[in-house]
């Protein structure tokens, strides 16, 4: 892995997993995906090379969200669907530390929807793990805003009849810079992707496919199922051509404006002829694209589908603030103080 | 026409007000007529009227915009109750505001306007001009829009752009009554206009059009004089309320060394304070302009969390929306000022008119036991001071702070004396140090029960804190009973020794007596002068204004014991009295309110004063 240029503050020591162990008891279902997912961020976090106090980790209400209690950093446990604007708060407060946000598909898309676009929109730099389960697992198994059509849950006896959230595209239409998308039961994927997107400046998205095994079991099992995987799963790496299937035969070829399943030699289908990922790429046009596919005409795509550079919300703020207290003779409160048309008495 | 001399009449107090369409500018020049009176000593408090939409359709009732000034030789405390003078630029103006002006008060009069179908638009049957339903007052019709047009004739312009500066040749006949210099208005043109020189020309020549206009005419007999007040020596300026409110918080957040931090959006009548805060990043505030009221206040959470003096200002809607996370501030013991500028409610209910109808919400508007400190400022320039205080009491308490303000106060405008940073009051938040063994969030002082304030990047604090309640000490995640009441019970005493620090509620008069008026917020003005007027016809009378409300001042039950009567004066259903009864319970409270939009009259008071007194 490679290093990491940002301002925020190193650790002098290699750090290793015990550093980031807190003291709580795990209270998540015995099984759960987020025990993975856990996992992953104790085995990013050393590898970073931040002080340990220079991690914020922040969510807002759910399984997802008890987290924080769960890593030995700074943290806040917050309410409902309000992680992102706590953790805008924190990162433009202090730049200098590494914000994660830890949140679930409906404390992000359902009651913290509009904090959802215009975090995204305004590319603040913080890394959101967002647990895309397709359930409402704490208030015990009601449809949330990824649950597919036609589901049959505790508030949908009859099935659904909402039209389910892709995840990645509503993250391109709020103009973001970073999307990847890993599924819970690999972690060198999930790891990669976390690092990523600690890498990335700007509000990163992580989708995790994390099951539910209570309320939304095998939820994501026809994708990433062992008997799906190879039919149904497509990992994108940057600069590599777009391959999937079994011996990684098939691939995915741009037709005009849309893309296509091909296979390699059917046809006279070679390697060239295939879709090479460009992350960096600033139109997201194609990683709106891949983004959306999925099952059953296309395999849904995992790994780092966009990644571009855009200057970030909390630059910004430091960047006019820096050049206002160059330019204005206001330096300090006296000076304000004594602005302005003012008359003096005697 | 020939110029006279005329006699100078000395007034103690004037008040006067520009009305016109919401397009005429009478904002405008309202403040360059306050800021004159300004230069030339007076004291003075200014009020703005002004409706909620931007351009109602003109010539309406609907559409009128209005902007009062009250100036004197003596300290000013209100706005004004009823006009001596007011210049109305269209019927619609006139027919709106006639009932604020006194008997023989000087109605100046754009003739002009006053066509067949502006009258029918305002909905008056005759002219007013021509029948006899102003010979209670002075009149002085003047063809405003004609003459402006005249003075401008050399200019070539186009009759639209011609007749948009009237406003300054009526504001030139005000600066001849008045006896005012137009020097100090001819710099505010060139300041304002300092990249179109010819605008701050037209000005000019409209502003001394009106003046000499005004000298040449016999309508006018005497010109006003307005004596320098005897203020404080000082540094001064005319400041409004939220733009007070917005330096006091820069101030706490230097003298605290933590940083501004605001997280807000745009409402009325709390915008300004947003805006004025996004003005001063050479002072290091940071500025989020939220997606909406709870994206506001939850970044200024993580901001807080994070180490700074963090706030959000709103009005009464957007408290609503932020009850949640207020619970979230309070279960974290984490600083945060919520600055609330009232206006009439429920619902989106009078935005652009003033109420005191949130305390209830402040005080009691959230899930579970919830308590804040709640402190309410009383006039447009001490909400600097206010502002300040809910900022220190907040971080030194680690405790949520509402400030309450209301629309009066935010738009209205007072004189300010400039204070130096250097005789504020020092604050101290608790700030924890880097430590070696396992930091523990609740562990608190035992005089005050504040727990530390560790920021994220000091070494050896780490900590999660959560809306989850916790254990008291450690921070760990708890539900045990006796624990839950321990912490229930910790947060409420937390706030109530906050008492031991705030100042002893004052009275104004005899601490003992027949009747104690007592109010709160920004009331002040209206009620002070009623108990002032009482004291001139020799009434005993004493009077408690409270800033200070939760907790409330420690003397405050003994002072409601000293009196025969307690009248509780509040523009709102009743809520401080109902306050103070639940605390103090005592059968001789008496309340009177008023839920208008428009504040207390000093003659409602008085009346309502002397029917008590009188009462067996």
């Given amino acids: 892995m490679d290093i990491i240029n940002n301002t925020i503050d190193r650790s002098a020591i290699q750090l290793s997993k015990i550093d980031f162990e807190s003291d709580q008891m795990v209270k998540w279902c015995p099984g759960c995906g987020a025990h993975a997912i856990l996992a992953a961020v104790e085995r990013v976090f050393p590898k970073l090379g931040y002080k340990k106090e220079n991690f914020c980790l922040v969510s807002g209400i759910g399984c997802s969200s008890r987290f924080p209690y769960y890593v030995n950093t700074y943290g806040i446990h917050g309410i409902h669907g309000r992680a992102l604007p706590i953790a805008t708060g924190v990162k433009v407060a202090n730049p200098h530390l590494s914000v994660w946000v830890v949140t679930g598909d409906g404390d992000s898309l359902a009651i913290g929807g509009n904090h959802f676009i215009h975090t995204i929109r305004r590319n603040v730099d913080l890394n959101v793990l967002l647990f895309n389960n397709e359930i409402y697992g704490l208030t015990k198994g009601q449809y949330s805003p990824t649950t597919p059509m036609n589901k049959v849950t505790k508030t949908s006896p009859h099935g659904t009849i909402e039209h389910p959230f892709n995840i990645g595209e509503l993250v391109m239409g709020a103009q973001g810079t970073f999307f990847a998308r890993v599924p819970d039961n690999d972690i060198t994927l999930m790891t990669e992707a976390m690092f990523e997107a600690a890498k990335h400046d700007g509000t990163s998205i992580i989708e995790i496919l994390q099951n539910c095994i209570i309320f939304a079991d095998k939820a994501h099992q026809n994708i990433i199922g062992k008997e799906s995987r190879d039919a149904n799963m497509c990992v994108v790496r940057n600069g590599e051509p777009i391959l999937f299937g079994k011996d990684n035969k098939k691939g995915l070829r741009l037709q005009g404006t849309e893309l296509e399943v091909v296979e390699l030699g059917v046809n006279g289908v070679t390697i060239d002829d295939i879709l090479v990922h460009d992350r960096y790429n600033p139109n997201p046009w194609i990683h709106t694209m891949l983004a959306k596919l999925g099952p059953p005409l296309y395999p849904r795509v995992f790994g780092v589908i966009r990644s571009a550079m855009f200057p970030t919300y909390d630059d910004l703020v430091e960047d006019k603030i820096q050049s206002e207290k160059e330019i204005s003779p206001i330096k300090k409160m006296d000076h304000l103080l004594r602005s302005g048309e003012t008359w003096e008495i005697m | ?616």
């Fill in chain 2, 1 to 616: 026409m020939t110029k006279m001399k005329r006699p100078v009449q000395d007034r103690e107090s004037v008040v006067v007000k520009f009305v016109g369409d919401s397009g005429d500018g009478m904002q405008l020049t309202g403040g360059i007529f306050s800021n004159s009176a300004a230069f030339a000593g007076n004291d003075l408090a200014t009020f703005p009227d002004f409706p909620s939409e931007i351009r109602a359709p003109q010539n309406t009732i609907a559409g009128v915009s209005g902007f009062q000034v009250h100036m004197g030789s003596a300290k000013i405390f209100t706005t004004g109750d009823l006009c001596d003078v007011i210049v109305t630029m269209n019927p619609a103006s006139l027919k709106a505001n006639l009932k604020w002006a006194k008997v023989g008060a000087t109605l100046i009069i754009d003739t002009d306007a006053f066509d067949e179908k502006s009258l029918e638009k305002a909905g008056y049957a005759s002219n007013p001009l021509d029948d006899n339903s102003l010979d209670k007052y002075n009149v002085i019709k003047s063809p405003i829009t004609l003459l402006t047009k005249e003075s401008l004739a050399d200019f070539g312009l186009d009759q639209k752009t011609a007749t948009r500066s009237k406003n300054m040749f009526a504001l030139g006949m005000l600066y001849f009554i008045f006896n005012r210099p137009l020097k100090p208005a001819y710099k505010f043109f060139d300041n304002k206009f300092k990249k179109n020189p010819t605008i701050a020309k037209i000005n000019k020549v409209v502003l001394e059009a009106g003046f000499n206009y005004a000298d040449t005419i016999e309508a006018i007999e005497s010109v006003i004089q307005v004596s320098p007040a005897k203020l404080e020596p000082g540094l001064y300026r005319n400041i409004t309320g939220n733009v007070a409110t917005a330096w006091g918080l820069l101030a706490a957040a230097e003298k605290s060394k933590r940083g501004l931090f605001l997280g807000s959006y745009p409402i009325t009548p709390a915008t300004e304070i947003l805006m004025e805060l996004a003005r001063h990043k050479s002072l290091g505030a940071k500025v989020v302009q939220a997606e909406d009221e709870i994206a506001g206040i939850c970044s200024a959470i993580g901001a807080s969390y994070a180490g700074k003096m963090a706030c959000t200002t709103t009005s009464g809607p957007g408290l609503s929306l932020k009850s949640e996370a207020i619970g979230l501030a309070v279960m974290t013991e984490l600083p945060l000022v919520i600055v609330d500028v009232q206006r009439g409610g429920p619902s989106t209910g009078l935005p652009t008119k003033s109420e005191q109808s949130d305390l209830y919400q402040a005080l009691f508007g959230r899930n579970g036991e919830c308590p804040v400190l709640v402190i309410a400022a009383s006039s447009s320039d001490n909400c600097f001071y206010y502002a300040y205080m809910a900022a220190k009491l907040s971080m030194e308490h680690m405790t949520p702070c509402i400030l309450l303000t209301d629309g009066y106060l935010g738009f209205g405008s007072a004189l300010f004396r400039d204070p130096k940073m250097a005789n504020l009051p020092p604050i101290n938040p608790p700030i924890a140090k880097a430590c070696k063994t396992q930091f523990q969030p609740y562990k608190r002082d035992p005089e005050t029960l504040v727990r530390q304030w560790a920021i994220p990047g000091t070494e050896g604090c780490r900590h999660r804190i959560g809306g989850l309640e916790k254990e008291n000490v450690t921070g760990s995640v708890s539900t045990d009973p006796l624990n839950h009441q321990l912490m229930v019970n910790i947060r409420a005493e937390k706030v109530a020794r906050v008492a031991n620090v705030i100042p002893e509620q004052e009275i104004d008069g005899p601490a003992k007596g027949d009747l104690l008026v007592v109010s709160w917020g920004g009331t002040y003005g209206a009620m002070h002068s009623a108990v002032q007027q009482m004291r001139k016809e020799g009434k005993k009378i004493s009077h408690a204004h409270f800033h200070y409300i939760s907790p409330l001042p420690k003397n405050t039950g003994k002072i409601l014991q000293n009196f025969k009567k307690i009248l509780v004066c509040e523009l709102n259903g009743g809520q401080f009295v109902n306050y103070l009864r639940m605390n103090f319970p005592q059968p001789n409270i008496y309340q009177f309110n008023k839920v208008q939009g428009v504040p207390f009259m000093i003659n409602e008071l008085t009346d309502k004063f002397n029917q008590l007194m009188e009462e067996k």
